[in-house]
């Protein structure tokens, strides 16, 4: 594996701990990592990483994006994902894959600090930090959770969302459950996951850490992202949900959330040109601005799962 430092990391704790943990990988020192970052490679060799320093680490989410009531934002930490599923935009989002992380954390915390003392104090601040890659899935080359958690328990009326597909919890369990942050689990049925969610953990995997670290008092989420209209689905997600009642008590979980592909014009454009032969985009159709499930399809996915929530006593966060 090849590892692509900036010079101006030298120094950088952080940074030495990822290099001495992998001595024996080739390291290459380089003055900016849009170097290597903005060219186009070729996306079957093996993934490379860089480490970098940057700034600008914040980005409004959309408006259909959180919950009401909050201000929220995106944490750009790192870019691209060890996980491969089919869907994400993540295909074409950029012009390589390899693995970037930004290791400038002190400068990252000031800009997490500094934009909240921009916004109205009566909303939350919601910063979600998995958007771009899967932080838990990497922790145990970054120590985002360590860094992080702490910090953000630190900050009033503030939250962090970890969004993830991994089992990697262990760093977690060190960290005493804090109230600032929720580890949101991405869940859909085995199907779906063996079909076009490659190299993530299991569905089982995954519930397993939901109940390890409802245990442990933390607050956890459930993302049931992206619903997908696969053959024979309604009996499939029927089965899902019926092993989801058996496997997890909703009424421990903090937040639900529900979705489904969402693609505006260009980026359908650009993921069908990167996956051609994915079956899912070719269900999807034109509504207003998006491509995405037929009404009547999304419909039955919200009938579905509201009388599935709402038994549960869980928030709810659905599109119109």
Request: aromatic share 18%; with cysteine.
């Given at each position: 594996?090849?590892?692509?430092?900036?010079?101006?990391?030298?120094?950088?704790?952080q940074?030495?701990?990822?290099?001495e943990k992998?001595?024996n990988?080739?390291?290459?020192?380089?003055?900016n990592?849009?170097?290597?970052?903005?060219?186009?490679?070729?996306?079957t060799?093996e993934?490379?990483?860089?480490?970098?320093?940057?700034?600008?680490?914040?980005q409004?989410?959309?408006?259909?994006?959180?919950?009401a009531?909050t201000?929220?934002?995106?944490?750009?930490?790192?870019?691209?994902?060890v996980?491969?599923?089919?869907?994400?935009?993540?295909?074409?989002?950029?012009?390589?894959?390899?693995?970037?992380?930004?290791?400038?954390?002190?400068?990252?915390?000031n800009?997490?600090?500094?934009?909240i003392?921009?916004?109205d104090?009566?909303q939350?601040?919601?910063?979600?930090?998995?958007d771009?890659?899967?932080?838990?899935?990497?922790?145990?080359?970054?120590?985002?959770?360590?860094?992080?958690?702490?910090?953000?328990?630190?900050?009033?009326?503030?939250?962090?969302e970890?969004?993830?597909?991994?089992?990697?919890?262990?760093?977690?369990?060190?960290?005493?459950?804090?109230?600032?942050?929720?580890?949101?689990?991405?869940?859909?049925?085995?199907?779906?996951?063996?079909?076009?969610?490659?190299?993530?953990?299991?569905l089982?995997?995954?519930?397993?850490s939901?109940?390890?670290l409802?245990d442990?008092?933390w607050?956890v989420?459930?993302?049931?992202l992206?619903?997908?209209?696969?053959e024979n689905y309604?009996?499939?997600?029927?089965?899902?949900?019926?092993?989801?009642?058996?496997?997890?008590?909703?009424?421990?979980?903090?937040?639900?959330?529900?979705g489904?592909?969402l693609?505006?014009?260009?980026?359908?454009n650009?993921?069908?040109?990167a996956?051609p032969?994915?079956?899912l985009?070719?269900?999807?159709?034109?509504?207003?601005?998006?491509?995405?499930e037929?009404?009547?399809?999304?419909?039955?996915?919200?009938t579905?799962?509201?009388?599935?929530?709402?038994?549960?006593?869980?928030?709810?966060?659905?599109?119109?």
């Open positions: 594996m090849i590892i692509y430092a900036e010079k101006s990391l030298e120094s950088n704790l940074a030495k701990k990822i290099l992998h001595s990988s080739d390291i290459i020192w380089i003055d990592h849009k170097n290597i970052f903005d060219k186009n490679i070729a996306l060799r993934k490379s990483i860089i480490l970098a320093k940057w700034k600008n680490f914040i409004n989410a959309p408006d259909w994006y959180w919950f009531g201000n929220a934002f995106f944490l750009k930490n790192s870019i691209n994902c996980f491969d599923c089919d869907y994400c935009y993540l295909k074409w989002a950029f012009k390589n894959y390899d693995l970037l992380f930004f290791l400038d954390y002190e400068t990252m915390k800009e997490v600090i500094e934009t003392k921009k916004e104090n009566w939350v601040n919601r910063f979600y930090s998995s771009y890659s899967d932080n838990l899935a990497t922790d145990n080359l970054t120590d985002f959770t360590s860094e992080f958690i702490p910090f953000f328990e630190t900050l009033e009326n503030t939250k962090l970890i969004r993830t597909k991994s089992n990697n919890i262990w760093n977690l369990l060190k960290i005493t459950a804090p109230k600032n942050t929720e580890i949101a689990f991405s869940l859909n049925p085995s199907e779906v996951v063996e079909a076009y969610e490659h190299k993530t953990t299991s089982d995997e995954r519930i397993k939901i109940n390890t409802l442990a008092g607050n989420g459930i993302r049931f992206p619903l997908v209209e696969i309604k009996e499939i997600y029927d089965n899902f949900l019926n092993y989801l009642k058996w496997k997890i008590d909703f009424s421990r979980i903090s937040s639900v959330f529900i489904w592909l693609y505006t014009n260009d980026d359908y650009n993921i069908l040109k996956k032969l994915l079956d985009l070719y269900k999807l159709h034109k509504d207003w601005d998006f491509y995405r037929n009404r009547w399809v999304r419909d039955r996915f919200y579905k799962f509201w009388e599935f929530i709402k038994e549960k006593k869980c928030n709810i966060c659905l599109d119109n």
